[in-house]
């Protein structure tokens, strides 16, 4: 099976390298993107199993993210990560397709187990 391919798009540079860092260790394919623009721009491009995005950003922020890329690809897992403990977010994100929220700061083991939970989704969905 080729490599799992995340994108993280969250404006604070050190949150996007630091889980590039520790994703690449478990054989993930990760890039990083401080812009939502840009990364939605990259989705044109590319297919991603799974988008991490940040919540508020400047510009294209988290919610317009999961809408674009559940709107261009229904099977693309996002998880949505946030330093916002809003119950109406996190209600609005699970409405338009979330796959998960996650509250930082976040254990990276949590995130972790997401990612597999998505992975196996995935797996299943397409037949594999």
Same mark, same amino acid.
Request: proline share 6%; aromatic share 6%; charged share 35%.
């Given at each position: 099976m080729n490599k799992t391919r995340i994108m993280i798009v969250d404006d604070e540079p050190i949150v996007g390298k630091r889980l590039k860092r520790? +994703? =690449?260790k478990d054989g993930y394919e990760v =890039?990083?993107?401080?812009?939502g623009s840009v990364a939605l721009e990259e989705c044109d491009r590319k297919h991603f199993d799974i988008v991490i995005t940040d919540l508020k950003m400047g510009g294209?922020? &988290?919610m317009k993210v +999961? =809408?674009?890329v559940r &709107?261009?690809?229904?099977d693309t897992k996002v998880i949505i990560i946030t330093g916002f403990r809003k119950m109406e977010s996190s209600n609005e994100a699970f409405i338009k397709g979330a796959f998960d929220y996650l509250v930082k700061p976040f254990k990276i083991e949590d995130l972790k187990r997401i990612i597999k939970k998505a992975e196996s989704e995935l797996k299943n969905s397409s037949g594999q």
């Open positions: 520790l +994703l =690449e =890039e990083i993107f401080t812009k294209v922020d &988290g +999961l =809408e674009t &709107g261009k690809n229904p």
